[in-house]
């Protein structure tokens, strides 16, 4: 029998940790969403959320879900790689543009795991009418009917809020957050019905330039000093609300000397080739912002950070620098 994935079931953020009554939690990793489909006949697709198949991509996960699933299987979960003891999301996205002989080589690479967190076909059946406590226990009835093993492994669930609570303990080694499920629901494809919540920081970084103009900044360009003195790009604002804006423009300056950053180009964001146009200024300014914990291998912000206000109390030789660890101290 013919049978197909439903869309993606997705989230809505909230502010609070706490795991309401009627509801479980899961850990949200800082991977690459991605459905699981096997079908009779050897056919395995491995989907993306907006639909692009990376099955050849990703040869290891195709060729474990092969031996160690049933046919007319459908999964939810979240793609990883782990490097040096956490998640490393480019490396996914490396991943996912190598082809044939390119692709073979990145699962010896950089390995990837497939954490499973729902079922939605089993058996000819489709499960999307079903309760996630009835999913659930189905998923763990079969994780444990199969002895699954990496690279394919069960994402962890809990109605528990001091377990729950204890996740957010995980964020050094990229776990984002959490994710909130409400017990009873069914799994309704493109529904924002789950929750998650995102562990963010209030740290501090130099603006280094901005797009928009000198007097007029829509986003700043934020770096951090290396240990060898250099500045380093760490990320991107969000857009600056206009009363920071205005503040900026009083106090930003065109560079005094050569710019540490002349030359350069910035991608106006992860996944695109599109380059801003940014002013470079002195960087003499400490914008305090707000970020969640996910950062590529350098270090670097993965998601643009919320600014606050500038810090004329914080000189930039008092900043964190650039990619050390523990700079940044998480906290729910």
Same mark, same amino acid.
């Given at each position: 029998?013919t ?11 909230v ?9 479980a ?14 079908h009779t ?6 989907r ?9 991509a ?7 879900s092969?031996a ?28 996912l543009?190598?082809?044939?002989s ?5 699962a ?5 795991h497939?954490v ?37 492994? +069960? ?5 528990? /809020? @001091?377990?729950?609570?204890g #996740?957010?303990? *995980? =964020?050094?080694?990229?776990?984002? $957050?959490?994710?909130?499920?409400r ?14 919540y995102k562990?963010r920081?209030?740290?501090e ?11 007029a900044?829509r ?10 003195g ?8 969000t ?8 503040? +900026? ?5 065109r /560079? @005094?000397?050569?710019?540490? #950053?002349?030359? *350069? =180009?910035f991608?106006?964001?992860? $996944? ?10 002195e ?14 291998a ?7 950070a919320?600014?606050?206000?500038i ?9 964190p ?10 906290g729910?």
């Open positions: 029998m049978w197909s994935l439903p869309q993606p079931m997705l989230t809505t953020a502010d609070s940790p706490a795991l309401p009554a009627g509801w939690a899961e850990p949200k990793w800082d991977g690459y969403r991605a459905q699981l489909a096997v006949g050897g056919r395995v697709l491995l993306s959320r907006q639909g692009t198949d990376m099955t050849t990703f040869p290891e996960i195709r060729a474990a092969l160690q699933l049933p046919a007319d299987t459908g999964l939810d979960g979240e793609l990883v790689v782990w490097e040096q003891g956490r998640l490393a999301f480019e490396r996914l996205q490396q991943r543009a190598r082809r044939g390119g692709s073979a080589h990145g010896r690479q950089w390995p990837a497939y499973v967190f729902d079922l939605v076909h089993a058996d000819g059946t489709d499960l999307t009418s079903w309760p996630y406590e009835r999913r659930r226990a189905a998923l763990e009835a079969l994780v444990a009917e199969r002895q699954l093993e990496p690279p394919l492994t +069960l994402c962890p669930s809990t109605t528990d /809020p @001091a377990v729950a609570q #996740w957010l303990e *995980w =964020t050094a080694a990229g776990l984002e $957050g959490l994710c909130f499920k017990l009873s629901d069914p799994y309704t494809g493109g529904a924002r019905a789950w929750r998650k562990v920081i209030t740290t970084a130099i603006i280094g330039a901005v797009t928009g103009t000198l007097g900044p986003a700043a360009l934020l770096g951090r000093y290396d240990t060898a250099r500045l380093r790009y760490t990320g991107r604002s857009t600056l609300s206009a009363h920071l804006a205005r503040a +900026l423009g009083d106090v930003l300056v /560079p @005094a000397h050569v710019h540490p #950053w002349e030359g *350069w =180009t991608s106006a964001g992860w $996944g695109t080739r599109r380059m801003l146009d940014v002013v470079l200024v960087p003499a300014v400490v914008l305090e912002v707000a970020v969640d914990v996910a950062r590529d350098a270090g670097r912000f993965r998601h643009p919320r600014p606050h206000r810090r004329t109390d914080i000189d930039t030789a008092q900043v620098r650039f990619g050390e660890p523990g700079a940044d101290s998480a729910p």
